[in-house]
Structure formats: structure tokens, C-alpha cells
């Protein structure tokens, strides 16, 4: 061991950000971030090129050296990232074609042709979730159909953060996070499924090597330690899935807490034992980063995205003001809702701007706003957008303790939780307290305690989280408030489910108009 100093990597769907954790103090000394692009090259569909991934990668950890002298201290790395991404590389490690990330919805004849090959009650009893575009195998199979050229190529298949491991380490490499996204993966073995493999139509041998998350699985070459600044021969471990990492980063370690992380997307993840078999798939499962331990996780697509969308096409002036005070622009957003009373005079807002994930999983869903009036304004919009994420988050949240799942502490993290006014709106309606830590990011800080255990340095990745986490705030509900809230969320939840075949028939009309 070389140092005392880990670094964490977390890939997001539009931004990867790094961390280096002092493991003696349990602080974040250096932290950096950089943005990479996403393509919707179709209606439905969603790409990423794997070496942007990397770039980013490159790019956060030299902002992260360029802060101290550190990169001789640092003793380990580990590296996490987006789910349901469908990465083809050769043997090489080259990639294919552009990934397809879990917002891609192109793979529902797919996804029917695994329900009758091996039967969806079959991939539940072996991979504990339903079968959906969002994750890796429908979309390899699309593949194999509309590009068999680079199907029959394909080495192995990658996760971004399995990618950039490779990219790291030179090995091929999967964490068991990542791998619960694979219908293969039999989750309460913690194990590859040779014959799910091979009834589902994917060659075992695509799929690479699984690991713990703790576990080490080579060390930093020469040429990524010339690429990153890093040290050559730096253990580099498996790492995990941007939600689970995050988990670990904010100290959700035992079953009965929940995590609600937020940004472009969002994700509720509830603990459960790995043991506990719930018979509930509208919510997903895949494993924590520490093992005997599963997320019961209800992914959402558009939670920060849906204020992103809003802010692109409409806040020009808000921009402008933005840069001239030097505030966030997004905070100028929220200070206009504030004036609006909780139900934002009415206005409804679905937050599915391309499709929806847990609990509805329908890739025609498209975004509505509801209750438009004459005295609708800009403010309204904004209260409905935050609203509408929050009745999204209820609708999972009921699902998971109505399905077993138990819930005593909820705690919150990623970019949209800095508002307290968003996250006093998100206590209303779900009628919990919320717990908001001391942690800017928390998937990298997850990821670096991981290179922590990897490098020898922490016996376990939960005996340190109390020197590293601190709760900075408990948001209490409002109960007169989500008494309110429930009678809109009664509607709010029959404007979705009027509006579902109309949904069906406006997708293949533009299908059929942009196709």
C-alpha cells in the first residue's frame, strides 16, 4: 500500500464526477467533474459514445490532481456508473457502436421475444425484475437482429464503468451490480446463468468475469497512468453502480433505509436482504455494493431533467440574471414557485419527456402538462415539474412497502436535494422525514471507501462511513400539506392511465411521420 489517499469515479448519464477521500480524516480533499454528451439520434432512442465516457473520466480525475499532491499518495481506485447500458467491445476492448443507454426504449419487439422464449415469470424467479428495454439484454438482442455484423463481434459486453475499468486496468470485468442489469445474472447466487445465457440468446462468453464491489481487479497501466496522472500499479477495484455507490456514500447499509438520489434521473432504492424474495416487479433489484444486500430500486427518467428541459426552452431571462448575480440559475427557478400554494393551482404535470420507467415501464409515455388555465403562468409550471417528479416518487414508494419492502429512514442526495424547497415538497408528498448529509456528491465518495477496502486500508466498507458521513438536516412533512397533496395525486395518477392508449396511438403516429 502506497498512501493513504482513494479515489472514487462515478460515470452519471451526463456527468462524471471524482473524488479523493483522505482516508485518515474521512474528508474530501479534491473533487472535480466533467459533462459528456448524449445522442437521441431517434424518437426513442439514446447513445453515448463509450471514449466520451472515458474523456470525462480523464478529465475529472486530473481536475482532482491538479488540487494538491496527490497522485503518489493514492492507494487505490474504483470506478461506478450509469445501469441498463448495452456497450459492445471487441477483443480489443474497442468499442462497437455507440451504447445504448437505459433511457433507449427501441427494444419492445425484443423484449417480447424473451417473453416467449423464456417466459417472464422465468426471468423474475432468476433475476428478480421484469423484462423492459431499460436493461442490457433487449438491447443486445435489438443488435443481434438490426446489426448481427457487430452482434457476432462483440467480446464482451461493458458497462460504462466496466469500460472504463478496462480502460484503467486492461481487464474485461463486471461488478455484480452491473450485472444485475443482465437477465443472466441470478441474483440470489450472485452467479452467472449458463442456461438463462443461452435460452435468451446471448453467449455466456460475451458476458465478462464478475466481481465484488470491494474486490480488486488488476492495477492502473502504464499508458492510463499516463492518460490520468494516476499511478502506474494502483490497485483498481470493481467498483459498483452509480445508486448503490451512492448508497454506500451516504451510509444507506441495512435494511429498512431508502435512498433517494437525484439528478437527471432518479432513483429510489430500498435495502433489502438479499434472501428476501419480494414478488414485486414494477420495482427492480440488483445487488448493493455490499454483498447480501439488494436494492429494491425504482429508477425514474426524468427528475432533474424534466426543471433541464424547462430552463432550455424557456429561461432565457433566468440565464441572464444567473450569470450577472452569480447564483445558480436553477435557484431562481425554485424562488418563483415558492409563491405557489402546494397543488400549483391545479396544474398537473407528467414527468415522462420520452418514456416512463418504474412503476408504469412504458416507452410511449410521453410528457402532459394538466389543468392549463387562463391564469396558468411560468411559476405554476415550474411548482406542477417538481410536483409531478414527487407523485412519481409516491407512486414507487407505495409500491415498495405495499410489496414487504420496510422503510424507517429516508435519505436524499445528488443535485436537485441542494433546494430545500424541492426537497420540502418531496417530504410533503411521500409524508416522511427526510435526511439530507453533509456529501456533495455521493457516488464517488462511495466508490473511493470501496478503493479504501480494496487497498487494504478499511477492514469493511461500513466501519468507516461514520467518521465520513454526517446527517446536515431532517425535513420534517407537512401533514395539512400532503393531505392536500393526496387529493391531487388521486387525479394526477387517472390523467396517466386516461391517457395511456391516446399515448400509444400519438408514438406510432410519430413514428410513422419522423421514421
Known amino acids: 500500500m502506497n498512501g493513504h489517499l482513494t479515489l472514487g469515479v462515478d460515470i452519471g448519464t451526463t456527468n462524471v464526477k471524482a473524488s479523493i477521500l483522505d482516508t485518515q480524516s474521512g ?6 467533474s466533467q459533462e459528456h454528451p448524449l445522442f437521441h439520434p431517434r424518437p426513442g432512442w439514446a447513445e453515448q459514445e463509450a471514449d466520451n465516457y472515458w474523456s470525462a473520466v480523464v478529465s475529472a480525475i ?26 459492445p467491445v471487441n477483443d480489443k476492448g474497442q468499442p462497437l457502436r455507440p451504447a445504448m443507454i437505459w433511457m433507449d426504449s427501441r427494444s419492445e419487439a425484443e423484449c417480447d421475444d424473451i417473453r416467449r422464449r423464456v417466459g417472464e415469470s422465468e426471468i423474475n424467479r432468476i433475476n428478480g425484475n421484469r423484462v423492459a428495454p431499460w436493461f442490457i439484454d433487449p438491447k443486445a438482442l435489438w443488435m443481434a437482429k438490426h446489426e448481427p455484423h457487430i452482434f457476432a463481434a462483440t467480446h464482451k459486453f461493458l458497462s ?25 445474472y441470478e441474483y440470489q447466487k450472485a452467479a452467472w446463468n449458463a442456461k438463462a445465457a ?9 458476458l465478462p468475469r464478475l466481481y465484488q464491489s470491494h474486490e480488486v481487479v488488476g492495477e492502473v497501466t502504464r499508458r492510463a497512468a499516463e492518460e490520468t496522472g494516476l499511478r502506474a500499479g494502483t490497485p483498481v477495484a470493481a467498483g459498483g453502480t452509480d445508486i448503490s455507490s451512492a448508497a ?21 432504492g430500498v435495502i433489502i436482504p438479499t434472501e428476501q424474495r419480494l414478488d414485486e416487479f414494477r420495482v427492480l433489484k440488483w445487488p448493493h455494493v455490499l454483498p447480501g444486500l439488494t436494492m429494491f430500486d425504482a429508477p425514474m427518467a426524468f427528475t432533474g431533467a424534466s426543471l433541464k ?10 440565464w441572464q440574471l444567473a450569470e450577472r448575480m452569480g447564483e445558480n440559475v436553477f435557484d431562481l427557478f425554485t424562488a418563483q414557485a415558492r409563491h405557489v400554494p402546494p397543488g400549483a393551482n391545479g396544474l398537473l404535470y407528467l414527468p415522462y419527456l420520452g418514456n416512463s420507467l418504474a412503476p408504469n415501464w412504458n416507452s410511449n409515455a410521453t410528457g402532459v402538462f394538466f389543468g392549463v388555465r387562463p391564469t396558468t403562468g411560468r411559476a405554476d409550471m415550474i411548482r406542477a415539474l417538481i410536483e409531478g417528479v414527487a407523485f412519481d ?12 419492502a420496510e422503510i424507517d429512514t429516508l435519505v436524499l442526495n445528488g443535485g436537485p436535494t441542494k433546494s430545500r424547497f424541492w426537497n420540502q415538497i418531496t417530504a410533503n408528498v411521500v409524508n416522511r422525514p427526510l435526511q439530507v448529509p453533509d456529501i456533495g456528491e455521493a457516488a464517488p465518495v462511495g466508490d473511493a471507501v470501496l478503493a479504501a477496502v480494496a487497498a487494504g486500508i478499511y477492514p469493511d466498507p461500513v466501519t468507516p462511513l461514520a467518521d465520513i458521513v454526517r446527517i446536515r438536516e431532517t425535513i420534517d412533512p407537512d401533514p395539512a400539506a400532503h393531505e392536500r397533496y393526496l387529493e391531487f395525486f388521486s387525479i394526477w395518477q387517472e390523467v396517466y392511465q386516461n391517457l395511456r392508449p391516446t399515448m400509444d396511438r400519438h408514438r406510432g403516429l410519430m413514428e410513422r411521420l419522423e421514421g
Open 248 to 268: 454506500l456514500g451516504v451510509g444507506v447499509t441495512r435494511p429498512g433505509q431508502a435512498f433517494y438520489s437525484m439528478g437527471t434521473g432518479s432513483n429510489l
Open 160 to 184: 460504462p464503468s466496466g469500460y472504463c475499468t478496462f480502460r484503467m486496468s486492461g481487464a474485461f470485468t463486471m461488478n455484480t451490480g452491473d450485472a444485475g442489469l443482465c437477465y443472466a
Open 62 to 87: 486530473r481536475q482532482c490532481l491538479e488540487q494538491g499532491n496527490f497522485a503518489d499518495r493514492i492507494a487505490g481506485v474504483a470506478i461506478s456508473g450509469l445501469v441498463g447500458v448495452t456497450l
Open 309 to 318: 428541459w424547462f430552463r432550455d426552452q424557456w429561461g432565457d431571462s433566468e
Open 198 to 206: 443461452e435460452a435468451i440468446g446471448i453467449p455466456i462468453e460475451k
Open 393 to 404: 416518487l409516491l407512486s414507487n414508494f407505495r409500491i415498495a412497502t405495499e410489496a414487504g
Open 27 to 32: 474528508r474530501i480533499v479534491a473533487f472535480g
